[in-house]
């Protein structure tokens, strides 16, 4: 085979694969769209360069997000009876973007942002922190286009958000409780900026709490192994769009740095599900402005 039959057939080769990328990443963002990227640091960044603070969703995100919803949502905005969607995505997209539209009329403090973007919000207080947050940790955008987008609608939807200045808390472990190993992983990743010139710096999205959480309890009194206390800055208080309001949620975004200052504990707390440990370690943060 010739040089040049050897470069044709390798062409012919990588076309498919080839397209079906392209074809994948423009179903998610149009050439024209400022992308989500995964910077050098390892830290989620936009594809123009610009702070993340900065981002604003166009009329193609929105669009494309309502597109989703297919002909179930397109009819129910219609005002037409509710017609069967076509598959669970479907259904899913139609009834959180029907919620988010009664909330943002409902809550003033949302007026600023597009429903599509309460819509992100909402969905992050549910279920989608755990499939952005899992990726964005480990240095990874999400898979699923959909989840992208949502993503990107949430990031947009807390820019136009203000910011809460002011003492804020977290509990670090509060889906379930940590071993013994876990929680000395955690407190190291801390301790090994304390005092130091090295900031603590957010991969994923960070949620904590104006005060459900105070005295080192989580939202459901149960005292945790690891407390947060966050002198807060540039934090979203989301608590509007949330489907937990009463936990009063501040919304950290990712790339938030942090001064270690203090650490302190063990301190023995009655065992719980969430702290099967029966100890709690204290950690004071404050927010470094950009």
């Known amino acids: 085979m010739t040089g040049k039959n050897k470069r044709s057939a390798f062409l012919k080769r990588a076309a498919g694969p080839l397209l079906l990328c392209a074809q994948f990443f423009s179903a998610s963002f149009s050439a024209a769209e400022v992308k989500p990227v995964i910077g050098p640091d390892g830290l989620l960044a936009l594809s123009d360069g610009a702070p993340l603070s900065s981002y604003q969703a166009g009329a193609e995100l929105p669009a494309r997000y309502r597109a989703a919803g297919g002909t179930c949502l397109s009819e129910r905005l219609r005002g037409a009876p509710a017609v069967p969607c076509a598959d669970k995505a479907e259904a899913d997209i139609t009834n959180m973007y029907m919620s988010a539209r009664d909330i943002r009329k409902l809550k003033p403090t949302l007026r600023p942002l597009l429903t599509e973007e309460v819509a992100g919000l909402l969905s992050y207080t549910t279920d989608l922190f755990k499939r952005i947050n899992g990726g964005l940790w480990r240095g990874r955008l999400p898979e699923n286009a959909s989840d992208l987008d949502l993503m990107m609608l949430?990031?947009?939807?807390?820019?136009?958000?203000?910011?809460?200045?002011?003492?804020?808390?977290?509990?670090?472990?509060?889906?379930?409780?940590?071993?013994?190993?876990?929680?000395?992983?955690?407190?190291?990743?801390?301790?090994?900026?304390?005092?130091?010139?090295?900031?603590?710096?957010?991969?994923?999205?960070?949620?904590?709490?104006?005060?459900?959480?105070?005295?080192?309890?989580?939202?459901?009194?149960?005292?945790?192994?690891?407390?947060?206390?966050?002198?807060?800055?540039?934090?979203?208080?989301?608590?509007?769009?949330?489907?937990?309001?009463?936990?009063?949620?501040?919304?950290?975004?990712?790339?938030?740095?942090?001064?270690?200052?203090?650490?302190?504990?063990?301190?023995?707390?009655?065992?719980?599900?969430?702290?099967?440990?029966?100890?709690?370690?204290?950690?004071?943060?404050r927010e470094i402005p950009l």
């Open 154 to 285: 949430l990031l947009s939807g807390v820019n136009r958000l203000p910011d809460h200045k002011g003492r804020v808390l977290r509990a670090d472990f509060f889906l379930k409780s940590p071993s013994k190993e876990e929680l000395e992983v955690r407190l190291a990743s801390y301790r090994n900026r304390l005092n130091g010139p090295e900031p603590f710096v957010i991969s994923g999205f960070w949620s904590s709490s104006l005060g459900t959480i105070a005295g080192g309890r989580s939202s459901d009194g149960k005292d945790t192994a690891l407390i947060l206390e966050i002198a807060s800055l540039t934090g979203k208080n989301i608590s509007a769009a949330s489907a937990f309001g009463k936990e009063q949620e501040i919304l950290f975004r990712p790339g938030t740095r942090f001064e270690v200052l203090d650490i302190t504990g063990p301190q023995a707390v009655p065992r719980n599900k969430l702290n099967e440990l029966g100890v709690q370690y204290a950690v004071k943060l």
